[in-house]
């Protein structure tokens, strides 16, 4: 038994690290494609990329795990079969559940391992993504002086050029400097030029030469005038310098991102829910409040007091209950507590169905950390029963079947949270929604797959048509 045990791990264990680095690989290589425009041409260094594949390869272990177990556990079984060897396990009297357990206790110990990472290292590593992406995605354009079109990367500059080669060299360069004196711009023209750092990294230096300086001169007042005098200053070199500071990549504090919900862990989701419910609940009471007492008559002047009266039928026409004196009054009233009304709910209802959306968002981030361990169970038994049935190894129909059930099941999911986070249904339900459904197919597969069912096999429904064309020919 140990042999036999030691057998299928090793047959389990070298796919399941194929197909999840694999598995990794595409989905790094999907985020690529997405962030591409905001990655390309800013100047970033090559760690502070590797840096962000390193968080963002973190974030897609909740997506890549349980494709993978599905993938590998699939492979397992589909080689154990096509070998031969599954035949041998179960002629030596050890059943299928036998031969799975030591996967089972695997994959146990695998979907434990991912709780722990979901509750508490998840929520760092999608801190540092959020917060390094957000500091990418706002970085100035560095050196992408596109010809034809006015660059304002630099502050207090406008920087056009006509041509630009491979090598750096430009032509037909106009720089506007937005700092001159009384806010008037000076304007530097030269035939040509190349942008340099200075030795120190401090600085953009920009070799002008054969060009032109205009700039009017301001009058003693401060005032513009466009009849002041223009001077004009020809140069055969120049070297202007901007300040690198406005390139640098900034370093957002992270304590910005870290109240929100995907960064949090059990106990920080729990904290911040029971902190959006009170919030509700304020809410609420003073809705209700101003409400209540805008329904309520209870100005002392008009005589209000607790003195039960009977009631009074009011028509259709309600003015002519009210004495000629008052009507005025009473309906200068009635559109004060009218438009009082109005601005309690205009205020307060944005509020409440933005509370009530965070709330339920909570709600499914936190039974996201659940799902992901369940996830890896859940797909293991469809795996292993449906690789021990189709008895086909290797990377060809397993990776198929596996793409397919996944599918299924991601789609399930996603369309259950979005409903979950839109609160057309229970977000507990949303969450759990594609495990519900699943786990018959699981137990279904299990059961064909110990009864040595053809569920897959050609040759089975082939011959299973034959029969009932003869039968019919009968």
Same mark, same amino acid.
């Given at each position: 038994?140990?042999?036999?045990?030691?057998?299928?791990?090793?047959?389990?264990?070298?796919?399941?690290?194929?197909?999840?680095?694999?598995?990794?690989?595409?989905?790094?290589?999907?985020?690529?494609?997405?962030?591409?425009?905001?990655?390309?041409?800013?100047?970033?260094?090559?760690?502070?990329?590797?840096?962000?594949?390193?968080?963002?390869?973190?974030?897609?272990?909740?997506?890549?795990?349980?494709?993978?177990?599905?993938?590998?556990?699939?492979?397992?079984?589909?080689?154990?079969?096509?070998?031969?060897?599954?035949?041998?396990?179960?002629?030596?009297?050890?059943?299928?559940?036998?031969?799975?357990?030591?996967?089972?206790?695997?994959?146990?110990?695998?979907?434990?391992?991912?709780?722990?990472?979901?509750?508490?290292?998840?929520?760092?590593?999608?801190?540092?993504?959020?917060?390094?992406?957000?500091?990418?995605?706002?970085?100035?354009?560095?050196?992408?002086?596109?010809?034809?079109?006015?660059?304002?990367?630099?502050?207090?500059?406008?920087?056009?050029?006509?041509?630009?080669?491979?090598?750096?060299?430009?032509?037909?360069?106009?720089?506007?400097?937005?700092?001159?004196?009384?806010?008037?711009?000076?304007?530097?023209?030269?035939?040509?030029?190349?942008?340099?750092?200075?030795?120190?990294?401090?600085?953009?230096?920009?070799?002008?030469?054969?060009?032109?300086?205009?700039?009017?001169?301001?009058?003693?007042?401060?005032?513009?005038?466009?009849?002041?005098?223009?001077?004009?200053?020809?140069?055969?070199?120049?070297?202007?310098?901007?300040?690198?500071?406005?390139?640098?990549?900034?370093?957002?504090?992270?304590?910005?991102?870290?109240?929100?919900?995907?960064?949090?862990?059990?106990?920080?989701?729990?904290?911040?829910?029971?902190?959006?419910?009170?919030?509700?609940?304020?809410?609420?009471?003073?809705?209700?409040?101003?409400?209540?007492?805008?329904?309520? +008559?209870?100005?002392?002047?008009?005589?209000?007091?607790?003195?039960?009266?009977?009631?009074?039928?009011?028509?259709?026409?309600?003015?002519?209950?009210?004495?000629?004196?008052?009507?005025?009054?009473?309906? +200068?009233?009635?559109?004060?507590?009218?438009?009082?009304?109005?601005?309690?709910?205009?205020?307060?209802?944005?509020?409440?169905?933005?509370?009530?959306?965070?709330?339920?968002?909570?709600?499914?981030?936190? +039974?996201?950390?659940?799902?992901?361990?369940?996830?890896?169970?859940?797909?293991?038994?469809?795996?292993?029963?449906?690789?021990?049935?189709?008895?086909?190894?290797?990377?060809?129909?397993?990776?198929?079947?596996?793409?397919?059930?996944?599918?299924?099941?991601?789609?399930?999911?996603?369309?259950?949270?979005?409903?979950?986070?839109?609160?057309?249904?229970?977000?507990?339900?949303?969450?759990?929604?594609?495990?519900?459904?699943?786990?018959?197919?699981?137990?279904?597969?299990?059961?064909?797959?110990?009864?040595?069912?053809?569920?897959?096999?050609?040759?089975?429904?082939?011959?299973?048509?034959?029969?009932?064309?003869?039968?019919? +020919?009968?």
């Amino acid at each position: 038994m140990k042999k036999i045990h030691l057998l299928v791990i090793k047959t389990f264990i070298r796919p399941f690290i194929a197909t999840f680095f694999v598995v990794m690989f595409i989905l790094l290589m999907f985020f690529l494609f997405k962030y591409v425009d905001d990655l390309i041409g800013k100047g970033f260094e090559w760690y502070t990329i590797l840096e962000l594949m390193y968080y963002q390869s973190m974030v897609q272990i909740s997506m890549a795990l349980p494709l993978s177990v599905l993938l590998s556990s699939i492979m397992t079984f589909g080689t154990l079969g096509e070998n031969y060897e599954l035949v041998a396990i179960k002629s030596a009297g050890i059943s299928l559940q036998k031969a799975m357990r030591p996967l089972m206790v695997l994959i146990l110990l695998l979907t434990v391992s991912s709780f722990l990472f979901s509750n508490f290292i998840l929520p760092k590593a999608n801190l540092k993504f959020y917060s390094l992406m957000y500091d990418m995605r706002n970085k100035k354009l560095a050196f992408l002086i596109k010809p034809g079109v006015f660059n304002n990367s630099i502050p207090d500059y406008s920087i056009r050029v006509d041509r630009k080669d491979e090598s750096g060299k430009m032509n037909g360069i106009m720089i506007y400097d937005h700092k001159g004196t009384n806010g008037i711009p000076k304007v530097i023209m030269a035939k040509e030029g190349e942008m340099v750092k200075s030795s120190d990294g401090k600085f953009l230096v920009f070799n002008l030469k054969n060009g032109v300086t205009y700039e009017e001169q301001a009058s003693s007042t401060g005032i513009y005038n466009p009849r002041q005098v223009m001077l004009r200053s020809r140069f055969k070199e120049t070297k202007p310098k901007f300040d690198m500071k406005s390139f640098d990549l900034s370093k957002t504090d992270q304590n910005a991102f870290g109240n929100s919900t995907v960064m949090l862990n059990l106990k920080g989701i729990v904290k911040k829910r029971d902190s959006l419910q009170k919030q509700m609940d304020t809410l609420n009471r003073n809705m209700a409040r101003t409400l209540s007492n805008n329904f309520k +008559q209870s100005n002392i002047a008009l005589g209000y007091t607790k003195v039960k009266v009977p009631r009074k039928a009011i028509g259709n026409n309600i003015l002519k209950g009210i004495p000629n004196g008052f009507r005025l009054q009473s309906i +200068q009233n009635a559109a004060n507590t009218v438009s009082v009304i109005t601005q309690s709910l205009t205020n307060g209802v944005p509020r409440q169905e933005d509370l009530s959306g965070e709330i339920i968002f909570t709600s499914v981030e936190y +039974q996201r950390k659940f799902t992901l361990a369940a996830s890896c169970i859940l797909l293991f038994f469809i795996g292993a029963p449906l690789g021990a049935i189709i008895r086909k190894g290797g990377m060809g129909l397993p990776v198929v079947i596996a793409i397919v059930f996944f599918l299924v099941y991601h789609i399930i999911t996603t369309v259950a949270e979005k409903s979950a986070r839109e609160g057309s249904i229970n977000p507990i339900f949303g969450m759990w929604i594609a495990f519900i459904l699943l786990t018959p197919l699981a137990v279904f597969l299990t059961y064909k797959a110990t009864v040595d069912s053809a569920l897959f096999d050609v040759n089975y429904y082939k011959q299973f048509f034959i029969k009932l064309l003869r039968i019919k +020919q009968r």
